[in-house]
């Protein structure tokens, strides 16, 4: 079963505008990380934060981790059309293996 | 941008034929792992690899096969290729540090007929 979900499953945001997505997930994780996937290509990793980290911030993109709610949240400020991607979080599993959610679909309409 | 190449990126091939997927990594990473991906959804880790000699088969079951002779390279081969094969496989490696951030390579888009 899937260890991480995404939420929204598809997000239509005007340029400008910020993104939030949310990440859920089962069990006790070492830290979680954000992913993004442009259509037809592989994944870029965005960020990482660690189960002892609140929040972390990379340029635009903001993430807050509550481990106690098992949950995640990635925040796309002042959102460009580049931005249209999905975004998928990911967690570690067991061994060295990432499970990773069924990702948000954002579209940035110019 | 990760230094991780797969070749073809593009595949439509007859059922039956045997294929080989190819990946190669330049940044000497120790774990190499072989997802597939249906449009719109989520990744499923089908092979995986701790360093050369060394393969396990993922969550998801898969009738593919891999071998890991050089670190650089994890080939993936399906020796009969069939319509429920046709989806996206990506290929991805990480430093010897487990759990760590993965590099993915832009994939390669299948179609069986």
């Known amino acids: 079963s899937q260890q991480g979900e995404e939420d929204p499953q598809a997000l239509s945001i005007q340029e400008g505008e910020n993104a939030t997505m949310n990440c859920s997930y089962k069990?006790?994780?070492?830290?979680l990380q954000w992913y993004r996937q442009n259509s037809g290509r592989g994944l870029v990793h965005l960020i990482l934060?660690?189960?002892?980290?609140r929040e972390k911030h990379s340029g635009r993109l903001r993430v807050t981790l509550d481990t106690s709610k098992k949950s995640s949240s990635l925040l796309i400020t002042a959102s460009r059309a580049a931005d249209t991607a999905s975004y998928f979080c990911?967690?570690?599993?067991?061994?060295?293996?990432?499970?990773f959610g069924s990702g948000t679909r954002l579209l940035v309409r110019p | 941008e990760a230094d991780i190449y797969q070749t073809p990126r593009y595949l439509v091939i007859g059922t039956g034929k045997k294929i080989t997927l190819e990946c190669s990594q330049t940044?000497?990473?120790?774990?190499m792992y072989w997802y597939q991906q249906d449009p719109g959804m989520e990744l499923h880790l089908i092979h995986y690899?701790?360093?050369?000699?060394?393969?396990e088969k993922g969550d998801l079951s898969s009738e593919s096969t891999v071998s890991r002779i050089r670190t650089e390279h994890f080939p993936l081969t399906l020796e009969s290729a069939r319509p429920s094969h046709t989806s996206q496989y990506l290929c991805?490696?990480?430093?010897?540090?487990?759990?760590?951030?993965?590099?993915f390579g832009p994939g390669t888009r299948l179609l069986v007929l």
């Open positions: 990911a967690t570690d599993g067991s061994s060295y293996k990432l499970i």
């Open positions: 069990t006790s994780i070492n830290n």
């Open positions: 940044m000497g990473h120790d774990k």
């Open positions: 934060i660690r189960s002892n980290e």
């Open positions: 991805a490696s990480s430093v010897n540090r487990g759990k760590e951030t993965q590099y």
């Open positions: 690899s701790y360093g050369v000699n060394s393969t």
